[in-house]
């Protein structure tokens, strides 16, 4: 059983930034598409930022051009590094890991999830 946890969070103003970080416990992610989701109150849970195995990435629009998220696989890490954030991405961010190997934007196709990590953005 893989298990992420995620780490970065915070309370940052309009215009900042954050890392979050997602650890797994398994070595066997490296084969699998990881990605980011978001999930605001009363909101659907929604995809933030994916990466394949081999390193191709995909990302809402929402959020394009401002966050970047990259994949260490020997260290077995996902990140995200999120710039210019505005009062809109404030959500509960989730690191999320499929058994494929391919970039997906559907949740329905991750099997593992971290706990989350609570992102705050003040206007």
């Known amino acids: 059983q893989v298990q992420l946890v995620e780490s970065g969070g915070g309370l940052v103003q309009a215009g900042g930034s954050l890392r979050l970080s997602c650890t797994a416990s398994?070595?066997?992610?490296?084969?699998?598409?990881m990605g980011w989701f978001r999930q605001a109150p009363e909101k659907e849970r929604e995809f933030v930022a994916g990466?394949?195995?081999?390193?191709?990435?995909s990302y809402a629009d929402s959020v394009k051009g401002r966050f970047t998220i990259s994949r260490d696989n020997p260290k077995n890490t996902l990140s995200a590094q999120m710039n210019n954030l505005k009062p809109e991405d404030t959500a509960v961010y989730y690191c999320?890991?499929?058994?494929?190997?391919?970039?997906?934007?559907?949740?329905?196709?991750?099997?593992?999830w971290g706990q989350g990590t609570q992102v705050t953005v003040s206007s």
């Open positions: 999320a890991a499929s058994r494929h190997v391919g970039v997906s934007k559907d949740a329905r196709d991750y099997a593992y």
């Open positions: 398994e070595r066997t992610v490296r084969t699998y598409g």
């Open positions: 990466v394949s195995m081999m390193g191709r990435t």
